[in-house]
């Protein structure tokens, strides 16, 4: 028995048994959403690779295991991680509990958690990208499993996504034949490009963006929730990667610069954009692009800093994403719809669906005693040390984010004689009181979810310098 | 210096690319596929073991057979695409691409120090995936055009880096596009038709 034996190859199975069952829907369910939680507590508690036997458990898993010639190696340090997807994997399981026809959500979900890891863990770590590309494959099976045709946002999505794998396996090849000869400066142009070109395309960098507000409007709330919360933090992983491997990129002058840019940009655009839409649903989009260009403007921040925001942020986003999405969710079970002018009046009839979307708003522009603070906060200290104009980009998006959410409340707080039809059943409210107490937590007491996460830094020991 | 062998599968890839991009009959198209995807068997197996190099054969004629299972005959029909400007533009837009790269690929070539057919034919198939891409939003012509694209990358990398991790991974994309492709056909399939 070893580490990646019991979190990705037995997840793999028991993605595949699920599968069998998916017609008893809430079996598979109950199994999914228990198997993950089980993953994760163990990640939490299971020493891996330790000489000494401490703690709970009188053993010690071995971290290595080959496969094809080559090697899947999990370690201490990436445990924190790994019981963070699986606890990610369980809620979002568990938000899908009123889903009333067999879905692939639970089956291919679990898959595609199991796939993430492996990314993380296989060792030469490029061979990652190939494991991204298997896992969001995957996540085009959930988009198109709607029985309705795939939007072009799905197609948009898949286009982007496999354009990006071959630019991150050029450009690993390209630096990793630097450690053999002295690698001149043309070829290290070449290799930041094609990174450059590789993580925009995954990340939706401004304008390979499109697939994200597209995502957003045509998918199911819950899967494109699914997608946006979880994919995105092995793709940052696999940037670290590449940062911590090779001491000439991570030395090239334009590189972290060039993530502040690129951040910069994507919080101003989101934010921007978020203001002008009329639909809920492309509201969530541009969010998702602020978080993404925030997580962006982190890794710009060079050094132990910026690691300890991009981890720490990486809860708040999560928390954000799920609640929007429960609050579309809940507007699409009640048939309402989802232009921002028809839902005049709706904190009258549904007031907690109404607090979920302020608050994942306000919390992703980083209002005070929210959980997005200390990311704002911690940016803000950095950012006025290294460039005013991105972290005047970065104010002026995230300004427009809060502007959003007060023009959402005056339009939801609206008094009118046409309420529309809604109705909150008892589950609604408490998942979003659940998901609303864990941000105001994490607003209030950041260190200690931060220090949950904050050992995953040490992986990366040469970009701590 | 191109060999007589290599000039062959030059022009069969050229014929492949050009049969899925201009023909609007699911049967040449994924005939095209199946030449594509030998040619890549082809130059592969001069690199890596045959059996490994067969895995790429395998999968791709594979997802061809999952494209072909749920393929309806109209899929690759377009108002616009079966006119003959139609026909004549993506004709000459093919052109173009392959002047581009037969143009670029010596440039390239000091940078990827691979044999000079791999990168050509690599190269070639890269660009006809991105034109097949760039000019239909149509599913299948999408899958397709990702299919040629990976083929082209997988001729090059291969020449970069043999594996057979790699070869077992690129496989079960090239598989899952294939089945990728299948879902999203039948999910446009009008109900009542078999």
Redesign the interface.
């Known amino acids: 028995m070893n580490a990646p034996l019991v979190w990705i190859l037995f997840p793999l199975l028991v993605a595949l048994l699920l599968f069998g069952i998916r017609r008893w829907r809430k079996v598979s369910l109950i199994i999914g959403t228990g198997f993950c939680v089980f993953l994760a507590v163990l990640a939490l508690v299971t020493p891996i690779n330790q000489a000494t036997k401490s703690g709970l458990f009188q053993f010690s898993l071995p971290g290595e295991f080959s496969i094809l010639g080559r090697v899947l190696n999990l370690t201490q340090q990436d445990m924190p991680i790994v019981a963070f997807m699986y606890m990610v994997g369980a809620l979002w399981f568990f938000l899908s509990w009123d889903n009333r026809r067999k879905s692939l959500f639970v089956p291919v979900g679990l898959g595609i958690i199991a796939l993430l890891i492996a990314a993380l863990a296989v060792k030469p770590f490029i061979y990652g990208a190939l494991l991204i590309e298997a896992a969001v494959l995957a996540c085009i099976l959930l988009l198109a499993d709607q029985r309705k045709p795939v939007g072009s946002g799905t197609i948009r999505f898949l286009v982007f996504q496999t354009l990006g794998m071959p630019f991150l396996l050029l450009a690993g090849w390209f630096l990793a034949s630097g450690e053999i000869t002295p690698i001149n400066e043309t070829q290290l142009t070449l290799s930041v490009v094609l990174l450059g070109l590789g993580f925009s395309f995954w990340i939706g960098v401004f304008p390979l963006h499109t697939w994200i507000p597209m995502i957003a409007e045509e998918a199911e709330p819950r899967i494109s929730g699914f997608i946006f919360s979880i994919l995105p933090l092995p793709v940052m992983f696999f940037l670290l990667d590449f940062l911590n491997s090779y001491a000439w990129l991570r030395e090239f002058p334009a590189i972290f610069p060039a993530f502040r840019w690129l951040g910069a940009i994507l919080v101003l655009f989101g934010g921007v954009w978020a203001l002008f839409q009329r639909n809920i649903r492309q509201v969530f989009g541009y969010l998702v692009m602020v978080l993404s260009g925030l997580s962006l403007l982190a890794l710009g921040v060079k050094g132990a800093q910026g690691i300890h925001i991009l981890t720490y942020s990486f809860f708040p986003r999560f928390l954000s994403i799920a609640l929007i999405s429960v609050f579309i969710n809940i507007m699409l079970k009640n048939k309402c719809d989802l232009p921002i002018e028809n839902l005049q009046g709706l904190a009258w009839k549904a007031p907690f669906s109404v607090l979920a979307i302020t608050i994942a708003i306000f919390s992703s522009a980083g209002m005070p005693l929210l959980a997005g603070f200390p990311i704002l906060q911690g940016l803000e200290t950095n950012l006025s040390t290294l460039s005013y104009l991105a972290l005047a980009m970065m104010l002026a998006g995230l300004f427009s984010l809060f502007l959003t959410g007060f023009r959402l409340l005056t339009i939801l707080f609206a008094r009118t004689d046409n309420l529309p039809e809604m109705k909150e059943t008892m589950n609604d409210k408490l998942t979003i009181g659940l998901l609303v107490i864990l941000i105001l937590l994490i607003g209030f007491i950041p260190a200690i979810f931060n220090s949950f996460l904050s050992n995953l830094a040490g992986k990366f020991q040469f970009l701590l310098q | 210096m191109l060999t007589f062998f290599s000039g062959a599968l030059i022009l069969a890839a050229v014929a492949a690319a050009l049969l899925m991009l201009l023909s609007d009959s699911w049967r040449w198209t994924i005939a095209g596929l199946a030449i594509q995807y030998l040619v890549v068997f082809l130059l592969v197996a001069q690199i890596w073991p045959i059996g490994l190099a067969a895995i790429k054969l395998v999968a791709g004629w594979l997802a061809g057979v999952l494209l072909s299972m749920a393929n309806t005959p109209t899929q690759l029909e377009e108002p616009f695409f079966s006119t003959r400007s139609a026909s004549i533009f993506r004709l000459f837009s093919a052109g173009l691409v392959l002047m581009i790269v037969y143009a670029i690929t010596p440039s390239v070539n000091t940078?990827l120090p691979i044999p000079f057919d791999y990168l050509l034919i690599g190269l070639l198939m890269?660009g006809m995936g991105v034109l097949q891409?760039g000019i239909s939003?149509r599913?299948l012509r999408?899958i397709l055009?990702?299919l040629t694209?990976?083929s082209g990358?997988e001729v090059i990398?291969s020449s970069?880096?043999g594996?057979?991790?790699?070869a077992?991974?690129?496989a079960?994309?090239t598989l899952?596009?294939g089945?990728?492709g299948s879902?999203?056909l039948l999910?446009?399939r009008p109900q009542g038709k078999a």
């Open positions: 940078w890269v891409l939003q599913p999408v055009g990702l694209l990976l990358f990398y970069l880096e594996s057979a991790l790699l077992a991974i690129l079960a994309i899952a596009l089945l990728i879902t999203i999910t446009e």
